[in-house]
């Protein structure tokens, strides 16, 4: 079986975290970190990740299964969609969206 291929977006304090527990998981491996602040994604290099300043660009230029968000709450709904009609996975850090009505925007992508 092939690792799950994983993204993250974000890469400020708790992005440290998700990459320590997918390091501990042998079924997952961090592939890419995108962040608009260049030296914080490429934080993540010594671990084997590609570092991008545009998530968009992660996305084209990698292969991936996941991604998880490390967005401020009002990105997460353009974000999620982006990534969703791709055909990328999405775990987005709490909450969801900023309101109902970009929750049912996100959950009708990943219906799509």
Do not use: W
Not at 30 to 53: P, Q, Y
Not at 72 to 97: I, Q
């Amino acid at each position: 079986m092939s690792k799950i291929r994983l993204g993250i977006v974000g890469a400020g304090k708790i992005a440290h975290d998700h990459a320590a527990a997918i390091e501990k998981n042998a079924d997952c491996e961090l592939c890419a970190v995108a962040d608009v602040v260049a030296e914080r994604a490429s934080e993540f290099a010594k671990n084997g990740a590609e570092c991008f300043t545009d998530y968009k660009e992660m996305c084209e230029k990698v292969q991936l299964d996941a991604v998880i968000l490390n967005l401020p709450h009002f990105l997460h709904c353009e974000v999620s969609k982006y990534f969703l009609d791709k055909g990328v996975n999405v775990l987005c850090e709490k909450p969801m969206a900023n309101s109902v009505a970009e929750c049912d925007e996100m959950i009708e992508a990943e219906k799509k």
